[in-house]
């Protein structure tokens, strides 16, 4: 009994590392190109000015954190480059050496 390989070519030049790449492909259309960058930015837009609203003065550590979750699983998904988690990782220290000062939590 023997088990069965995946297949180790696709049109593209692409091989199959695991399950996840096997079942879970995106077009070439939707992942290239700034797709990924935006959604990262939509994000952290959206983060960001929810917690202004509330009134949180941590609202840039909020909203890269939040971003920077998201930002790593679209690298792994090849989505985005790799510095913009360091660009994420670098707004979240920012925010929170800016909003060190709020005593209110």
Not at 55 to 76: H, P, Q
Request: proline content about 3%.
């Amino acid at each position: 009994m023997s088990w069965y390989q995946y297949p180790t070519n696709y049109s593209n030049g692409t091989m199959v590392d695991g399950v996840g790449k096997f079942f879970f492909q995106y077009p070439s259309v939707v992942a290239s190109g700034w797709f990924g960058a935006a959604i990262v930015l939509l994000i952290f837009f959206i983060s960001f000015f929810t917690s202004m609203a509330v009134g949180a003065r941590k609202s840039m550590a909020v909203a890269g954190f939040i971003s920077l979750i998201f930002a790593v699983y679209l690298t792994r998904l090849d989505m985005i480059h790799p510095v913009i988690i360091i660009t994420l990782i670098i707004i979240m220290i920012i925010g929170i050496i800016g909003g060190s000062k709020d005593t209110n939590l």
